[in-house]
């Protein structure tokens, strides 16, 4: 959107795999810096230059580790030259420990230097407040939201005996807590089979090979297809009767609304 009304727009990755190239609109700049270990100042500096060279004025970085990389490349440019920071938040609690503690060291660079915090939902802002301590004026609200001329309200009817087309639109990793689908489905089938699932997204740790055992013991496996990433997520929405959400936790699911249309 932002591309689309003129301003120009350079996406930044701390990896030198191609996977995000094919998301964005042609007039936006990516780049991959490719980051060697924890804590790697050849990085810094390509990431300082990069700043500079594009006299880039606002960074939006999407974790905590992408945001102590580019506040420690901000810091060496001229204060009237340097960029502002915002810390993006996507999810509103942290699924596992490691997340915990990346959100206890980003309070800390917080209230060393003060970056403003954008959120998608309150819900967001008002955990982060009382688990955090981040101050609820440091944050920008911006709620999720989609193209509506590409994801359209669809009128899908259910009849009785009708073959129902499920869905689920989700990395598969275990944040988004496929199990509980499986399970589900698992139950749902014992009296009712007439149906078949998709399951669209990134195998992100060879997770499909842990359902597979469980998914043909309960002779659901022929039922479910695993697409992979997709180009396009609004073919196979179009085809679905209902969708699934289990995510262990979501501020404002962006895969939801545009399942709603």
Known sequence: ALARKGHSI???????????????????????????????FKTITALRQYFQANELRAIIAADVIEYFYAQLAAGGIPKKQRPKLFKAFHMTKPASAKGHLLNLFYSLLFFLYRPVNIAIHRSQIDFLNNKYFLPKKSFQLIYNGIDTD??????????????????????????????????????????????????????????????????????????ITFTGPVDDVRFYLNKADIFFLTSVTEALSLAAIEALG
Not at 17 to 40: M, P, Y
Not at 189 to 202: C, D, H, P, S
Not at 206 to 219: A, G, V
């Open 150 to 223: 590409l994801f359209q309200r669809r009128n899908n009817t259910i009849v009785p005996n009708k073959h129902l087309q499920f869905i689920h639109v989700a990395s598969i990793k275990p944040l988004k807590d496929h199990w509980t689908l499986f399970r589900a489905l698992a139950i749902v089938n014992q009296t009712f089979g007439n149906w078949e699932l998709q399951v669209v997204g990134k195998d992100e740790g060879q997770y499909i090979e842990t359902f597979m055992p469980f998914l043909k013991t309960n002779q659901i496996d022929h039922k």
């Open 10 to 40: 350079h996406v930044l990755s701390l990896s030198s795999e191609n996977t995000i190239a094919d998301r964005f609109a042609e007039n936006v700049s990516i780049a991959h810096l490719d980051r060697n270990g924890k804590l790697d």
